[in-house]
């Protein structure tokens, strides 16, 4: 697809939907056990201070990720 980037690039207030996940092995499992699958629409909330953690909502909850993680999840 085109346009896409790493959703640790999300500003505030901004949407986006999941492309892919570059991750693999148990964080992998863990963020698509938390609803992170192509096509899940995720809105960044709130940024902490220091910029990381990121608290996004996804599916209709606040999930706070680490910019580490963020930076596995391709959006577009």
Do not use: W
Request: hydrophobic residues 40%.
């Amino acid at each position: 697809m085109n346009n896409e980037y790493p959703l640790c690039f999300l500003g505030k207030g901004d949407r986006a939907k999941v492309s892919c996940l570059l991750s693999s092995g148990s964080i992998r499992r863990r963020l698509q056990d938390i609803g992170i699958i192509e096509g899940t629409e995720i809105e960044c909330l709130h940024r902490s201070p220091a910029g990381d953690p990121v608290a996004y909502l996804i599916r209709g909850a606040v999930i706070a990720l680490r910019r580490e993680d963020s930076k596995a999840i391709m959006v577009y």
